[in-house]
């Protein structure tokens, strides 16, 4: 599946889809991947998920994982369910080094693109209250607050606001 703002890759190059904006390759994740974001989840995260928890996400038949690959080296992902009629999104990080390039973007922008060619009516996440440049680039993207969960994250009882980018149908 081609998608907006990507080029199908050329014979020989890795699989999955180049974005020329950023240089990122986009690609599915192997089990041999996990070490590399689990090294992103923890740099990222107060409360990283563990690899146990990782495992289990993938396991179940919904679950969806795109990398980011810049050269050999993971720099992001985003983990989504794709739903009947809705996607709902569960994770997205960008290694910090490799921050403001555009690179979380092109993996929400490929979620879109997916939920688009899938028929989604919308597409649905909870962020903390209290992380801004997530909600920015959320908002940059056409997604809108939908309302408060209270003391939503267990680990520390933080509020999440609930965001959606729904589709015309
Ligand atoms: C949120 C996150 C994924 C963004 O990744 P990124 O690759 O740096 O984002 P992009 O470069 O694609 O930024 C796209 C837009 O988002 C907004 N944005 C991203 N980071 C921002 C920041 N620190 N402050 C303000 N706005 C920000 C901007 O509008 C930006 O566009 P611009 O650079 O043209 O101004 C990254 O900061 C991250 O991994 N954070 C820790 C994990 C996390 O919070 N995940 C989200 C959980 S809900």
Redesign the pocket.
Known sequence: MERSGEKPLEDGEPRGFLVPE?GVHLRQMNPSDLDEIMT?ER???SYPWSARFFLQELRVPCARYLL?VLGERIV?YIIYWLLLSEVD?H??????A???????????QAVIDEARDHRSSRIT????KS???????????GFAARGVRKGYYSDDGEDALAMALEFDS
């Open positions: 950023c992103i740099a990222s995260f980011a992001g999104i994770n997205l990080a960008v290694h910090p490799y921050r403001r390039r555009g690179i979380g973007r092109s993996l929400l996440l909870e962020v903390r992380n801004e440049a997530a909600q920015r680039l959320y908002q940059s993207l």
